[in-house]
Structures are given as C-alpha cells and as structure tokens.
C-alpha cells in the first residue's frame, strides 16, 4: 500500500498536556618489584607505529625507563601490580587493541532502585546506540537512557538501523524475525528486520535490502543519508504496523528520526497505530535536517503540504527557490514532547538560531532536561580496559592507570616524578563546535608549562584532520604532547583514567558528556562557559559556590582565557597536591548518572502518554 501524505493538522496530533512540571607478549616486561631493584637510568630512544584508520605515523618517543617516579606507589603497589605486563610504544600490538577480559553490564542494574508501579513502553528510534554503533554523545545517551528506564521496570526497546559497519560478535541472541516491504521512492523495499541484546537493551534492527547504511561507518556511507533515514523512520512505523506493536512512546532523536513525526500523525495514524506518543530529543541544534520537498515524497509524504512557517518550512530559505524543509523543525512541530540535553542549552537555543521561534512557539512542551552517563559503562572500579581498579576511597590505581598510559606512548617525563606531571586529555570529536582553536592553543601551551596532553579524536572533515596530522607530526616525536587521530572506545575508557585533567573547551556544547566521564575517573574537568558545561562544572576559584566547585570554567572564545585557567589549574595540581587530591575525590564521589535525569524523562512519558492509570 502506498499512502501519500497527508496536509491536514493531525487530529489527535501533538497536544501540550503539561500542567506542572517541568590491559603480554612484549620484550619491555617492567613489574614495580624489577623497577624498585633497577636503579640504572636508561634512556631508550624507541619509535612506535599508531594505525590510524586515516594514517599511519610514526613515533620517535624517548621512553624513560626511570624509575623515581613509581618508587612512591610501587612500593605500596608492588603486590597488586607485580604481574601488570606494562606497555611500551614498541609494542607491536598498542596496549588499547589488547585483549580485555569479557565485558558484559548487562545485569550491573541498580538493584535497590524500586520499580515504577506504572510500567511505560517506549521505543527510541535512533540513528547511534553504545557500543555498537557509536560517533559521539547520542550513543552513550540512549543506552544510558534506555538501561535506566529498564532498571525502573519500563518495557524499553531500540531501534536503530542495521549499519553494515556494527560488529556483530557484540549483539546477543541475534535472530532474523522477519522479512517485510517497507515504501520508499515509489516501490516496497524488503527489509530484514532482527532481534537482539545489547548491554541487556532489547534491540530491533532495520535492514533494507537497498545500498542505505552499507559502508565501513556509521555516517559518510556512499548513499543519501538523508533518504535512508527518513526510510528508516518509516520502516520503523511499518513494523510496529506489521507486528501490531503499539508502544506508549515513541522517542525519537536528532534530524535522522525527526522525520517519523511526521508520518506518524499524518499518515501511520491513519492507519493501526494510535496509541504512541512522540517525544523528541534534540541532542545538538546544529543538524536541522535540511530537505528537499521531493526528497520528503520519496518516504510517501507530500512534501508542498509541509511548506509552510507553522511546519517544516527552513525559515532561512522563504523566498529562495527552491524553498526547503528542515525535518528538525518538523519533528519539533510533530511530536507530543520535546526535550533538549541541558537546562542552559535550552536557554540558549530559545535566545538564539533560526529554530528559535518554533521552539517559542512550542516553548509549553520544550524541556531541558541534563543528560547522565552510564556509570555501570563507565565505572573505574569495575572497567575491563583499566591495567588497575580505583574508586574514591582507593585512588592508588588511577597513578598506575596515568603510569601505563604514559608509559604506553611514550610519555614518561625525563627527569621527574611522572605523578607531578599534570596530564591533560581531550578526547572529542574534531570539528568547530568542540573550540578547534583553543585545542590546538591548549597544545602549545601546556607543553610550554612543561605538562602533558593527549588528544584522541576524529575529523570528520579533511581539512581539520590534516591540520592535526601536520601538529602530530610536530609533536608526537616529543615527550609531553600526543595527538591521535583514531576513534578508541578502549583508549578512551585509558585516557580517562590517566587525566588529572579533562579537557572540553567547546564554543557551544549541548550537554557534553566528556566533562563527566572525566569526572567519574577522577580527571578534573577545565571547561569553557556554555551549555551543559555550565550546569556540569563549576570554578575552584568561586568562593560563592565552593561546595559545588569542582573545576576549573572560562568565559572568553580567546586562547588568553584558556591560558590563564590551564595557569591556575597547573598550579593548583602543583603547588596544592593535597587539595588537589581532595579535588579528585570529591569528583570521583559525584553522581552524574541516569538516575535522576531518568525520572524526569519518565515524567515526560508519562505526561504524554494515552490511558495513563
Ligand atoms: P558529542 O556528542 O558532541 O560528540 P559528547 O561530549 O556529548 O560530545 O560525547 C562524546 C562521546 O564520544 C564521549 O563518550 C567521548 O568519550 C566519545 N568520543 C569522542 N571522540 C572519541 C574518540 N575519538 N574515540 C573514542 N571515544 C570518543
């Protein structure tokens, strides 16, 4: 059957029902026990290979085989560690692409959390989900999300795309349940559509048997993303239709999804589905899913009948021609509720950018609610890839965890206690929002202050990533600056644990989740203003809030701003250790998980939902 759009309002459509709420087979074994009985200082010059899926480039790291620097903690460790095989940047294979021991959390629920007496359904349809199919932050968000929903007794399930990418040795119970035809650009295409576990989440994965989501990436695949996605968000539909499945929400997320709105109440809605009610979360204003009109007929809608200011119209381009949509505003428009990742980045997006009005509009169900992070993912007490365990109350193995890392890229300082080297890690995605220039700043100078940096991240753009390549080749042959171009879920959980401090100097940042999970690992967050960063950290110096100061927070765009706060950060590192230690504890102590952001979505659902008890 193919139903083309439908123009009217929805009947039953979106409605604001809110009242009040709002770690060995290496030549370079060091056990401590062999380091405290080896005085000899030796400087080995060693050279080391990263693949990087971009490049490969090569290392001169002056490994420092010294030893004063552990004897502190390796004497108390030695025990613990005696067996630790320790890395090296000769290694043939990296110390993150080791084997790990099996990693499951699937059953790491909070167990004294009580049940909701009301059970809601919900389906996130997304276009990332943690681990499997994950570019940044929306990844970790709905996994987080969804296992906490789960743990509060909710029936959650995820729907995400079958990208050819996903490895699927990562997927529990993988079954194919079914073949069905799902409508696009004028013929039904067959679709597989499978069952499986993923960190104890159920999964659905949608597989067109057509070239969408083919590729060796989640995004940047050599078809149109933005057709896929809006084939996706109706295959989605269709199979809740064809399994007479009918959820209490449907929460969507970012411009990928925000197309199923649409087709729900203007078309789907129609049809068998009733019940469902849509929420949208709006992880980054930044992507508006820009959209052809005959793009939007390829998915069965009529794409004129959305042109207009109230709908899908990109108010940007009234008067060009041709006139376009944006599926971000029509999902704003569309859906029952509507929830952004901060309460300042709500503020912010109700202030300024061209969605603002639309979002003032529907300001009664916009919501900003702060992300949490999985803290049974990203547990250093716990975490599979740590060469040691810490927590606040045993933070011994967050030195050896800085250790291994430096001694792994060759980082090891020459002549000075490795523990008072402050080490600064910034792992993100490399593009403009993330402040560009105040990374390649910070670069300059914490290596001026005689610091340490590390910089894990990917380039989407070529530009941006030759630019680093030329800084890595600059820099990586030193001892205190490493830039690597790669995407390590592995190296990522390392480098948390090995930062004193955790880098986000963003322009803009939504929510930011890396400020957090810095913070979980015990690396004291230096942020800049913005968003959910500032919700999430706040100044050391501020003696008006010194019992929430956990961080270090500047205002300015300007590489001076960040340089006086790497100054004041470094000397607090240096000149207060035992502050500063206190400073690690109470970070570690902080909860930013899902549970409290999870009631408040809960909240959400359950103030949009039909035949609430
Ligand atoms: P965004 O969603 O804008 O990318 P967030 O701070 O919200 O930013 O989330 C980023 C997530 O992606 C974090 O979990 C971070 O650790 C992870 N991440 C970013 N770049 C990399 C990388 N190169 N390798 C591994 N993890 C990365």
Redesign the pocket.
């Known amino acids: 059957m193919i139903i083309q759009g439908c123009s009217s309002q929805p009947t039953s459509g979106p409605r604001s029902c809110f009242s009040t709420f709002f770690l060995l087979p290496n030549s370079n074994r060091y056990s401590f026990k062999k380091r405290a009985t080896t005085l000899k200082h030796e400087l080995d010059v060693v050279s080391c290979r990263f693949n990087s899926p971009s490049t490969n480039f090569r290392i001169q790291a002056l490994e420092a085989n010294k030893l004063d620097g552990v004897k502190a903690e390796g004497s108390r460790t030695n025990l613990q560690y005696d067996h630790l095989t320790w890395p090296s940047p000769s290694d043939k294979v990296p110390f993150w692409k080791r084997e790990f021991p099996s990693w499951d959390i699937s059953d790491s629920g909070h167990v004294d959390i009580r049940k909701d007496s009301d059970p809601i359904h919900i389906i996130h349809v997304t276009a990332e989900m ?1 681990p499997i199919a ?8 709905v996994t987080g999300l969804a296992r906490a929903c789960l743990v509060h007794g909710h029936t959650v399930d995820v729907f995400l795309p079958f990208y050819e990418c996903i490895n699927k040795q990562r997927i529990k119970e993988l079954t194919l349940i079914s073949t069905y035809g799902s409508y696009h650009d004028g013929s039904w295409i067959p679709t597989n559509v499978y069952r499986g576990v993923v960190f104890g989440i159920p999964v659905v994965f949608i597989e067109p048997t057509n070239h969408f989501f083919k590729g060796q990436s989640v995004y940047g695949g050599s078809y149109d993303e933005l057709e896929a996605y809006l084939f996706f968000s109706r295959a989605c539909l269709e199979w809740l239709q064809v399994s007479a499945t009918q959820p209490d929400i449907i929460h969507v997320h970012e411009w990928q999804t925000a197309g199923l709105p649409l087709l729900y109440w203007d078309m789907y809605q129609y049809l068998s589905l009733q019940k469902p009610r849509i929420v949208l979360t709006i ?2 204003l930044e992507h508006y899913g820009e959209c052809r009109q005959e793009q939007l007929n390829k998915c069965g809608l009529d794409g004129s009948a959305y042109a207009t200011e109230e709908k899908a119209m990109d108010d940007r381009t009234i008067g060009h021609n041709p006139e376009r949509l944006s599926l971000l505003k029509g999902g704003i428009v569309y859906s029952n509720a509507v929830v952004t990742v901060s309460p300042t980045y709500l503020k912010e997006t109700l202030y300024s950018g061209w969605l603002a009005a639309t979002l003032i509009r529907h300001r009664d169900k916009y919501f900003g609610i702060l ?1 949490g992070i999985d803290t049974a993912i990203w547990n250093p007490a716990t975490d599979a890839f740590l060469p040691a365990k810490f927590d606040a109350n045993q933070i011994e193995g967050k030195k050896i965890c800085k250790l291994y890392v430096q001694r792994g890229l060759g980082l090891v300082p020459e002549e000075q206690d490795s523990a008072k080297v402050p080490l600064v890690v910034c ?3 490399l ?1 403009a ?2 402040g560009l220039h105040l990374i390649t700043n910070a670069i300059r100078h914490v290596e001026a202050l005689n610091g340490q940096m590390i910089i ?3 380039a989407p753009d070529a530009r941006v990533g030759s630019e680093f390549e030329g800084l890595a080749q600059l820099h990586n042959e030193g001892s205190s600056i490493r830039i ?6 592995e ?2 959980h390392m480098l ?1 644990a090995a930062a004193d401090i955790v880098l ?1 100097p963003s322009i803009y ?7 957090m ?1 810095g913070m979980r690992y015990g690396a004291v967050p230096l942020v800049r203003k913005t968003g959910g960063l500032a919700d999430t950290v706040f100044d050391m110096d501020d003696q008006s809030h010194s019992e929430i100061a956990n961080g270090f927070v500047f205002e300015g765009i300007d590489e001076g701003s960040l340089n006086c706060t790497l100054d004041r950060a470094f000397s607090f590192y240096r000149e207060k250790p035992n502050e500063w230690r206190d400073t690690v504890k109470k970070v570690l102590q902080m909860d930013n998980s899902w549970n409290n952001a999870a009631g408040k979505y809960i909240d959400v659902y359950n103030n949009v939902r039909v035949e609430h008890h």
């Not at 994950?134 to 968000?141: E, H, N, Q, R, T």
């Open positions: 943690a994950k570019v940044g932050g929306l990844g970790d968000v992880h980054n992300n792992i993100t995605r593009v929002q993330k894990l991240g990917t690597l171009q790669m995407y390590s879920e190296l990522s948390y986000v940042e939504p929510c930011g989740l890396s400020q999970i």
